[in-house]
């Protein structure tokens, strides 16, 4: 199983572009990474996916180096909304099942 | 939206009761996934279900149990509930496949206080 860690937190100012690195070492050939985002009382949101190189979508941009041992999540321009913690997975949901484990994240707070 | 209805939002309940916590996937997904998150333990896995079959069991207690029916509808039954049985209850869907690599849409959660 795929460990992963990531900062627990993050301070950061509206407009700025954030970066939170996955470091997940035993990435095993078939894992994707994948990132969550949790506000308080409500369930995980998926962000973005991803394999390797990089991955953009309309709300962030994934990056994975060659050897997919780390991942790094990039908010570019940040507000306050985006206050949350961001899950790092790696694995491959239906097969792993109750693999997937959702660690302690990292509590991103953007102030004005 | 996520497409992941939950039912209660809310529960209130006391000590050696029990709930039934229900959970209505996404249109087409037959995956459905039960966490439980408290303060102290983050989000805990709890059991997958495949259309209708067990598929994988995390650190469920005795006391827990769920089932999957044929609708694809969810239900989590909580028994002799305990104060430490409080928590956020989320259920998660995602599509099938072996090959599959969906990732997990979560609904907003049941909150469970027992006291």
């Known amino acids: 199983l795929a460990k992963t860690t990531q900062p627990i937190s993050m301070d950061s100012y509206e407009g700025q572009e954030v970066n939170i690195t996955c470091s997940h070492n035993n990435i095993a050939t078939n894992d994707y990474i994948t990132w969550y985002q949790q506000f308080p009382s409500q369930g995980p949101r998926f962000i973005i996916q991803?394999?390797?190189t990089k991955v953009t979508n309309e709300v962030a941009s994934l990056f994975i180096p060659a050897d997919r041992k780390s991942s790094t999540l990039s908010l570019p321009r940040v507000s306050l909304s985006d206050t949350a913690v961001y899950y790092c997975l790696v694995g491959r949901p239906y097969n792993q099942g109750g693999k997937l484990i959702f660690g302690q994240g990292t509590e991103l707070s953007v102030k004005p | 939206d996520s497409g992941v209805t939950q039912t209660p939002k809310h529960l209130i309940t006391a000590t050696g009761q029990r709930v039934t916590l229900r959970c209505s996937p996404r249109?087409?997904?037959?995956?459905v996934y039960w966490y439980q998150q408290s303060l102290d333990q983050g989000l805990q896995f709890l059991i997958q279900y495949y259309n209708g079959e067990e598929r994988a069991k995390g650190n469920i207690l005795e006391r827990f149990s769920a089932q999957q029916f044929p609708d694809l509808h969810s239900e989590l039954n909580l028994s002799s509930l305990e104060l430490g049985d409080s928590a956020l209850y989320f259920c998660a869907s995602s599509a099938s496949g072996d090959t599959d690599i969906s990732p997990l849409h979560f609904g907003n959660g049941t909150r469970l206080t027992v006291t």
């Open positions: 249109s087409g997904d037959l995956s």
């Open positions: 991803g394999y390797k």
